[in-house]
């Protein structure tokens, strides 16, 4: 079966770091992407790692080991906006997207 | 430009009416998608279409009927839902199906649907 875990809520202070971890276990492997959603938005692209390693953009990076079905989202300098929800998602063999059920982050001044 | 616009925002429909749900988008992709989300759930595959062509059907139930016009319109037609079916209905779009960065989809606002 198909399963992506990522904890379901995390709380953080305005200028810290906070990393958000997912671990995959899905049919086959092509690639895997990080969205953001806000409350009552549509998710937007946030990153993606196909090859073991850390992508950085900015304030955000994410990191992939493909023989750990594992990842993170690491955010720094968190700001409040940052708040939202974070998915996790694996493109499966078949080509289909999976995501995980998102980590809403809660970011306090 | 990454926007994949969608029509209308809102919609509340009777279980007895057909409605339809509109994507466009202008950046020449040639993969569209539709997503159901319902509240604090992540998105759920419903339908893919590649080069007009429907790809992937997710066993959605008939009175969901999706339509690819062209490459730059998807439709979404509606008829009999039944009450469960409320929820965040998202289009997305990527470059095509092939593998790497040019699969990342680009989502829609969305429409948020709610029936009686």
């Known amino acids: 079966g198909q399963n992506i875990d990522q904890p379901t809520e995390m709380t953080a202070t305005e200028g810290a770091i906070v990393q958000i971890n997912c671990t995959y276990q899905t049919s086959g492997f092509n690639g895997l992407f990080w969205y953001q959603q806000h409350a009552g938005e549509a998710p937007t692209f946030l990153s993606y790692n196909v090859l073991d390693g850390l992508e950085e953009k900015g304030r955000f990076s994410s990191f992939l080991s493909r023989s750990k079905g594992y990842s993170y989202l690491l955010l720094k300098e968190l700001q409040m906006k940052d708040s939202a929800s974070y998915l996790c998602a694996v493109r499966d063999n078949t080509d289909k997207l999976i995501f995980g059920t998102g980590t809403r982050l809660q970011v306090f001044p | 430009d990454t926007e994949v616009t969608q029509t209308p925002k809102h919609l509340v429909m009777g279980m007895t009416n057909k409605k339809s749900l509109k994507c466009e988008q202008h950046?020449?992709?040639?993969?569209m998608y539709w997503y159901k989300q319902k509240a604090k759930k992540p998105p759920e595959l419903m339908f893919v279409y590649s080069y007009e062509k429907l790809s992937i059907n997710e066993s959605v139930p008939s009175r969901f009927s999706p339509e690819c016009p062209n490459s730059s319109l998807l439709n979404l037609h509606l008829h009999a839902l039944q009450p469960e079916d409320s929820a965040l209905y998202l289009c997305a779009s990527s470059q095509d199906r092939t593998s790497g960065v040019r699969e990342t989809q680009y989502f829609g606002p969305g429409t948020r649907l709610l029936v009686l």
């Open positions: 950046m020449g992709h040639r993969a």
